[in-house]
């Protein structure tokens, strides 16, 4: 712990200084699952890169106690070794805690217990003028959702306690074919009424095809079955297991996944977008391709890859949610619109039911006149090749949702004029926080997630790419990739091959003598 204080009191010295000459700041994490463009210097940047420590895992209180830049591989790792996951677990492993809180992450257990920082007990920040303070939903509440898909907006979070529940060795997956998303609607909101049921999510491969995923935890499997796994190099990936399974079948198929596997079945392909670097770099996509270049299919490499690249400016990646009412309207909207599938569906609870909730950027989920659930529509691949069509598109999806009510998730690109953003969100909640808590005179979360023209011009100006070779397929992708293999990223993939089977923990334990990962969850890093 003392490690932890002196570095958190380095970074209260540093905004101290920030503060007393009113000046704006970045926060540097170390890595980032943003498609954002960012432009960050050494006089600018607060550097928060080594807080990444699990101090405790508390089997008796089910709780870690995590600073913000642990990915989630090495949170579930720690935890597992004493018989314990996180209610919400991001799909790739290596979103970090402080980015899940502050930037409205959620996943398939979000139907259960909502957004990622629903399941935080309480946050240490420090404020814009150096000040340390802790923040929880009961403790200065204000603060705890004020900070809470903040983008680091309101203060510098150091550090989360985070809640767990017992884990298990397997996940029963029901796959439930149906005929199309309205179809699927109906049945995502059967399997979350279900309390035994704990994970929900859902893809639209086509207009008529959309599998519905349920999920719930159990300790073992039924004799003669064999479990499905999905983060070995030999392991298809999930999607295509999914798709080809489920053409074959109109009845409901049961699979019995270890709990690790489930809960990063995503990463490899990132969902399914890898899929479109293959028709990229003229490659063919089967299986033997797919072995040969495992590495460079994970979600760390290929942002690595994407960011270096600028072909984030080509694509269409937005998560956008709509309320239950909406969803046939505005799924058949994005289809005559967009036309891009697979479409990922993921049910998020966004009530939020606790006393003084109604802070922040998203105060009205406070509200209990609004709706209980969302239904996130995970749109990603390939836009139009001209630009200007391009911006049209992602502006007309927010057009869209702010019609039917809706939000979207704000890591990836923002094309809203200022206006039409502080429509959807709540400025007035947002403001009051970030006046009382010394933040006013920070650059605003719109600031932050708005397209950055100026800084696109700057990655372009600072690239040593050859001029010649820019927006020149598939050399702009082969740079990226050539920046992610050179910073690393693949190695991120390796780590932990050597290790020993792990045990579980003690209660209580201190994150300094978790025992290795097991086989199991080193999977999750190879």
Not at 363 to 383: E, R, V
Not at 387 to 397: C, G, P, Q, S
Request: a positive charge; charged letters at 25%.
């Amino acid at each position: 712990m003392e490690a932890h204080n002196n570095a958190v009191t380095t970074i209260a010295e540093k905004l101290q200084e920030f503060y007393a000459q009113r000046r704006p700041f970045r926060v540097y994490h170390g890595s980032t699952n943003s498609t954002r463009v960012a432009h960050k210097s050494r006089d600018n940047t607060v550097d928060t890169s080594k807080l990444n420590h699990i101090l405790e895992v508390d089997w008796t209180n089910k709780v870690a106690l995590v600073e913000p830049n642990v990915a989630m591989d090495a949170l579930v790792s720690a935890t597992m070794g004493s018989g314990l996951v996180p209610l919400v677990v991001m799909e790739f492993p290596g979103i970090t805690v402080g980015g899940g809180f502050s930037g409205s992450a959620g996943e398939s257990s979000s139907c259960r217990h909502g957004p990622f920082d629903s399941t935080v007990n309480w946050i240490e920040i420090v404020l814009p003028n150096g000040e340390i303070s802790k923040a929880s939903k009961t403790e200065k509440p204000d603060l705890f959702w004020g900070a809470a898909s903040a983008f680091g907006t309101v203060g510098v979070v150091t550090l989360l306690e985070v809640q767990l529940r017992d884990a298990t060795d397997f996940i029963e997956l029901t796959h439930y074919p149906t005929s199309g998303v309205s179809e699927a609607c109906r049945k995502i909101q059967e399997e979350v009424a279900n309390p035994a049921v704990e994970f929900v999510d859902a893809v639209a491969f086509s207009p008529k095809t959309t599998v519905v995923c349920s999920g719930r935890l159990v300790e073992s499997i039924p004799a003669g079955s064999k479990p499905r796994r999905y983060l070995r190099r030999r392991d298809t990936w999930f999607y295509l297991d999914v798709q080809k399974r489920a053409e074959k079948s109109k009845k409901p198929i049961v699979d019995y996944v270890p709990l690790v596997d489930y809960l990063f079945r995503w990463d490899r392909g990132g969902f399914w977008v890898a899929r479109y670097a293959y028709k990229y770099f003229f490659t063919p996509f089967n299986r033997i391709t797919r072995s040969i270049l495992d590495t460079y299919m994970h979600a760390r490499v290929m942002y690595h890859a994407l960011h270096k690249s600028a072909l984030s400016d080509t694509y269409i990646i937005q998560d956008v949610g709509v309320p239950y009412s909406a969803v046939d309207e505005f799924y058949h909207w994005v289809d005559e619109t967009i036309g891009i599938y697979p479409i990922w569906l993921c049910p998020i609870r966004t009530r939020r039911d606790e006393p003084n909730s109604a802070h922040g950027l998203h105060a009205d989920f406070a509200d209990p006149k609004g709706p209980k659930f969302m239904l996130n529509f995970g749109i990603w691949g390939p836009g139009p090749g001209n630009y200007e069509e391009l911006v049209r598109l992602n502006r007309a999806i927010e057009q869209k949702l702010h019609d039917l009510n809706g939000k979207k998730t704000l890591y990836a690109q923002a094309y809203y004029t200022e206006e039409e953003f502080w429509q959807t969100y709540n400025r007035p909640a947002y403001d009051a926080v970030r006046e009382k808590y010394h933040a006013a005179h920070l650059p605003s979360v719109y600031d932050k997630v708005k397209v950055d023209e100026d800084a696109k011009k700057k990655a372009i100006e600072n690239s040593r790419m050859p001029t010649a070779l820019r927006n020149v397929r598939p050399f702009q992708g082969l740079y990226g990739v050539y920046k992610a293999w050179r910073g690393g990223d693949y190695l991120l993939q390796k780590k932990g091959k050597k290790g020993k089977k792990g045990k579980k923990g003690k209660k209580g334990k201190k994150a300094d003598t978790v025992e290795p990962p097991t086989k199991q969850d080193q999977q999750v890093l190879q």
